[in-house]
């Protein structure tokens, strides 16, 4: 009833109103401190969440970066080239179409290849005008020492020093008929040791089963004067590479026919300016190594 009092009385609910004013304004301050604590709270975690996925994929990345690393070292010893690349830039590449896998551009491998390597010669044809014949004199005659069917003459063929061969024509021929005989050389032949003792060239012979005999050069011909054959041009290689087998080709297609003429491909072959002919002494229709 006293309660019931008050209330008729204003200055009783004017203080009633001004506490509750109060307590709304201290909950509101407390409310938005709350507030304030939380957005604290969630902005600490989502930086700490955030530094450590950064820590994470850094540590992805070297993990990625080392495992590449090895797979590259791995095919390199199993001989798979390889294409540098920027060694940070690590990014998912989409997936080529099947049309693409099956009909793969080449064009800019191509052009950088041919940039880097040396484009390979133009294969030279095999023939008659890239071998050295001359003209030469057989001035010396010895008997080898290491094989006793080798003479080691010495021909002069044109160049300052006359030049030594290793010829097997001991059994066939005496040194007395090989001094001063007109003979043809083949001067371009890889240097070869023969029994310790070096040969510079070959003697050209004419062979047959029984008996050889050296193919003779004009006896007016100056020693170094170069062989011929009507039609073909003479260039002969500064040194014939054994593995083209260039004068072992083209042997093949020379011979002594039966005028005891030296033929390649049944053309006469010549020797100098005056074109004079090749010839034998005595054997005909055979064969010439």
């Known amino acids: 009833m006293r309660f019931l009092t008050l209330l008729r009385y204003p200055q009783f609910r004017f203080r009633m109103a001004e506490n509750d004013t109060l307590k709304l304004k201290n909950l509101a301050s407390e409310i938005e401190s709350l507030i304030s604590v939380v957005q604290k709270e969630i ?13 994470e994929n850094a540590s992805l990345e070297k993990e990625i970066l080392k495992s590449k690393e090895e797979l590259i070292n791995l095919q390199k010893k199993n001989g798979i080239s390889q294409v540098d690349t920027p060694a940070g830039n690590i990014s998912k590449t989409p997936k080529p179409d099947k049309k693409q896998e099956q009909k793969p551009k080449t064009t800019k491998n191509t052009t950088s290849t041919s940039k880097t390597q040396p484009q390979e010669k133009a294969a030279v044809p095999i023939h008659f005008g890239r071998i050295d014949l001359r003209a030469g004199k057989i001035l010396e005659v010895t ?31 005496t040194k007395e008929n090989l001094l001063e005989t007109p003979v043809v050389v083949v001067c371009n032949l890889k240097p070869a040791n023969l029994r310790g003792v070096k040969s510079f060239g070959m003697l050209l012979c004419a062979v ?11 006896t007016d011909a100056q020693p170094g004067q170069r062989l011929q054959v009507e039609g073909i041009e003479t260039n002969p290689d500064k040194e014939l590479n054994p593995k083209e087998k260039v004068f ?11 005028e005891k003429v030296l033929v390649y491909k049944n053309i006469a ?21």
Do not use: W
């Open 208 to 218: 047959s089963d029984k008996t050889v005999e050296p193919v003779r050069s004009p």
């Open 269 to 289: 072959v010549t020797c100098g300016d005056s074109k004079a002919l090749i010839t034998t002494k005595n054997m005909s229709d055979c064969t010439v190594a």
């Open 248 to 258: 072992e080709t083209v042997v093949k297609d020379l011979r002594i026919n039966n």
């Open 143 to 173: 008997e080898h020492p290491q094989g006793e069917n080798l003479y080691i003459e010495k021909i002069d063929v044109g160049e300052e020093q006359p030049r030594t061969i290793i010829s097997g024509i001991r059994k066939h021929i």
């Open 43 to 55: 902005g600490d975690f989502v930086s700490a969440t955030a530094t450590r996925l950064e820590n």
